[in-house]
């Protein structure tokens, strides 16, 4: 009499029954990455991977939130200098995800960063060889990994180190 | 209407005070306390961006790209930054900033009564620099 659905319901929350998300093309090796920061709304850093540093001027936290800094300062600057629309709104004003004018690289001589920010606030931070190209289908492969093997994880604890 | 690339040229001082800045056709009003904001933000995010970079050498941001609009940078030896907000995918803006540098050492430094470091009021180098932008619409135009 009382019937709950197909009993095989259950089955389809748990994580790895999923397939995960095909990569996109010319992403397989990963020879160029140098850093990958993961921060989530507020500012904490979920996840810190480093595979070519030499230089390290900071200790890691610091360096953590310089870069949350950096990023922050440069997405409330791109907002009100962008000069294709009239409404800017003021300066130094905490932006919502998706709000105003982003960015999503910038380069110098020794290194190009590459960032995403997730309308729920997650941004993503891939930092390369100055003289790649554009990762914006790379880090949208990462944010997939990141929904499919992280969110769905039913032991993971939004807003904490991501293990 | 804007049919330049460029959108505005701002040109900062080596302690990130804004001493030239000129709008080229953006939408909205930038007013002056803003545009000199901007500008030592500009100067800041470059330093930090330095103190960020994995590998020893780093001389600061010169393209960032953001969803609207690219914007140029290039920094003189002495520090000072000349920086352009110019359409996505302008090309040869680094040229330009170059030639833009020209200018500046030769109406802006020669001139005996322009002071170091302070706001460019200098007549020549408004007209070259009026020249040379718009020599650089005229050829985006006829390509």
């Known amino acids: 009499?009382?019937?709950?659905?197909?009993?095989?319901?259950?089955?389809?929350?748990?994580?790895?029954?999923?397939?995960?998300?095909?990569?996109?093309?010319?992403?397989?090796?990963?020879?160029?990455?140098?850093?990958?920061?993961?921060?989530?709304?507020?500012?904490?850093?979920?996840?810190?991977?480093?595979?070519?540093?030499?230089?390290?001027?900071?200790?890691?936290?610091?360096?953590?939130?310089?870069?949350?800094?950096?990023?922050?300062?440069?997405?409330?600057?791109?907002?009100?200098?962008?000069?294709?629309?009239?409404?800017?709104?003021?300066?130094?004003?905490?932006?919502?995800?998706?709000?105003?004018?982003?960015?999503?690289?910038?380069?110098?001589?020794?290194?190009?960063?590459?960032?995403?920010?997730?309308?729920?606030?997650?941004?993503?931070?891939l930092i390369t060889h100055p003289r790649t190209g554009d990762q914006r289908d790379t880090l949208k492969h990462i944010y997939n990994l990141y929904v499919e093997y992280v969110v769905k994880n039913p032991l993971y604890a939004p807003g904490t180190p991501i293990k | 209407m804007a049919l330049a690339a460029i959108y505005s040229l701002f040109i900062i001082n080596k302690s990130g005070g804004l001493i030239y800045y000129k709008d080229y056709g953006s939408a909205g009003r930038t007013d002056t306390n803003d545009s000199l904001r901007l500008a030592s933000l500009w100067h800041s995010m470059h330093a930090i961006s330095q103190q960020l970079s994995p590998t020893p050498g780093c001389e600061g941001i010169d393209l960032l790209q953001a969803h609207n609009f690219d914007l140029h940078c290039f920094q003189?030896?002495?520090?000072?930054?000349?920086?352009?907000?110019?359409?996505?995918?302008?090309?040869?803006?680094?040229?330009?900033?170059?030639?833009?540098?020209?200018l500046y050492t030769d109406f802006v430094l020669k001139n005996p009564f322009y002071e170091m470091e302070m706001p460019?009021?200098?007549?020549?180098?408004?007209?070259?620099?009026?020249?040379?932008?718009q020599k650089d619409r005229v050829t985006l135009l006829g390509r």
């Not at chain 1, 089955?11 to 990569?23: E, F, K, M």
């Not at chain 2, 003189?76 to 020209?102: D, H, M, P, R």
């Not at chain 2, 408004?126 to 040379?132: E, K, S």
Request: with cysteine; glycine share 10%.
């Open chain 1, 1 to 125: 009499m009382f019937s709950f659905g197909g009993g095989s319901s259950l089955t389809s929350v748990v994580p790895d029954a999923t397939p995960a998300p095909a990569a996109p093309p010319g992403t397989g090796t990963g020879a160029n990455a140098q850093v990958l920061y993961v921060f989530n709304r507020g500012g904490v850093c979920l996840l810190y991977r480093e595979w070519h540093r030499p230089l390290r001027t900071l200790d890691p936290t610091q360096d953590q939130k310089l870069m949350f800094g950096l990023l922050f300062s440069l997405r409330s600057f791109t907002a009100k200098i962008d000069p294709t629309t009239a409404e800017k709104g003021n300066l130094g004003v905490p932006l919502l995800p998706g709000q105003g004018c982003s960015f999503y690289s910038f380069k110098t001589n020794t290194y190009k960063l590459n960032f995403l920010e997730s309308p729920s606030g997650i941004k993503l931070i």
């Open chain 2, 76 to 102: 003189s030896l002495t520090g000072t930054k000349f920086f352009a907000v110019c359409e996505t995918g302008a090309q040869n803006i680094e040229t330009l900033l170059k030639v833009i540098y020209e």
């Open chain 2, 120 to 133: 460019i009021r200098c007549e020549l180098f408004d007209l070259n620099l009026a020249q040379v932008i």
